[in-house]
């Protein structure tokens, strides 16, 4: 590698040749993008090449200062404001406004279908009071009159007790899309979390009654989309979903997806409780064998994935966001500390977090 002074010198060559050796505000941001941006691991590659790109546009075009070095600062505020964690907030808020399209596309479909049904009963009870007054003036005698009246009816509640078993599973669904995450199928979504979790709290603090929140992390899954592409990423989230759904049936808890790759499994456990069940669906993610599937056959390698889980039970006088970020703090501290632990929130007089 040649020495820093001889990368500096071509660097100041390259820039007078273009005009630009004397302009120090350009050069401190040729240096900032060359030599710090690609150290950066907040920002994606395809960023990194894009900010890089621009500033050698600039340096080729041999602009003055007036007109290049504006560009060059705007291009970096855009860039330094677009870190992966902005960008996966914004995924987060995309699939979010496509869960509610679906919700509403799936609402306008019902309430046509409720439109259509009505028009449906209407014709029917027509042609039931039709038939009622044709049986009654065909019929030989009374006895024929109520076994055509027998039939008829039969025939009427069956229809209406079809459409009402019809109703009844499209309301399921509405309620389903309608409480339940979009991708994690398994998992209630982030608007009926909050519900739920409002909910608890208050009852909890009322009833005496221990609740604990265990916030899930998957450590380096960035690495897995990047590795093996979003749709392996997207299964690998569907099978820890499973395993967290597993555990909250057994423990009387609630699933529940945070947001990207956080989960959430809230129990009425107090903090050492929740924090065993944290630690064996930690173990029993560790251990799993992950394998995609495709066509309905396993293919590719296994993948063995981790994860952090921050835990933190509820406390006097706090409220449902106090709750989750107790457990988003020790969350933080079980990643700081090495990945694929379980902390657990443990407020003393400096605040720190205890272990497991």
Not at 39 to 61: A, F, N
Not at 207 to 217: A, K, Q, T, V
Not at 336 to 354: F, M
Request: glycine letters at 6%; aromatic letters at 8%; hydrophobic letters at 35%.
């Amino acid at each position: 590698m040649e020495p820093h002074g001889s990368e500096l010198e071509k660097l100041k060559s390259l820039l007078e040749q273009a005009g630009l050796g004397r302009d120090l505000d350009l050069l401190s941001a040729i240096l900032f993008v060359r030599n710090l941006v690609s150290q950066l691991s907040i920002y994606s590659d395809s960023d990194k090449s894009h900010i890089q790109g621009v500033v050698l546009r600039e340096i080729r075009q041999g602009n003055p200062h007036d007109t290049s070095f504006p560009h060059i600062l705007e291009e970096l505020e855009t860039f330094l404001t677009k870190t992966t964690h902005a960008q996966e907030l914004q995924d987060e808020l995309t699939r979010e406004k496509r869960s509610i399209e679906a919700m509403m596309e799936e609402m306008s479909t019902f309430f046509e279908t409720m439109r259509s049904s009505r028009d449906r009963q209407e014709k029917s009870l027509t042609k039931f009071n039709s038939a009622t007054v044709n049986a009654v003036r065909t019929a030989s005698s009374r006895k024929d009159i109520l076994q055509q009246m027998r039939g008829l009816l039969s025939e009427f509640v069956n229809e209406f007790r079809e459409e009402a078993r019809l109703w009844e599973a499209k309301a399921r669904a509405l309620e389903r899309t309608a409480h339940f995450d979009a991708l994690l199928s398994e998992l209630y979504n982030r608007r009926s979390l909050d519900d739920y979790l409002s909910e608890m709290v208050v009852t909890s603090h009322s009833r005496g009654i221990p609740f604990s929140l265990c916030m899930i992390d998957v450590d380096h899954f960035k690495r897995v989309n990047d590795t093996y592409g979003h749709q392996v990423g997207d299964d690998v989230l569907r099978a820890l979903a499973k395993m967290v759904k597993s555990h909250a049936v057994q423990n009387d808890g609630y699933a529940a997806r945070y947001g990207g790759e956080e989960l959430v499994l809230t129990l009425p456990q107090p903090q050492e409780r929740a924090a065993e069940v944290a630690e064996q669906l930690r173990r029993d993610v560790e251990d799993y064998e992950f394998q995609f599937r495709k066509g309905g056959k396993l293919v590719g390698d296994i993948i063995h994935f981790t994860i952090s889980i921050g835990v933190a039970g509820l406390r006097k006088g706090w409220d449902s966001t106090q709750l989750v970020g107790s457990a988003d703090k020790a969350l933080y501290q079980a990643k700081r500390s090495g990945r694929n632990l379980v902390a657990r929130h443990t407020e003393n007089a400096s605040s720190r977090v205890g272990w497991v």
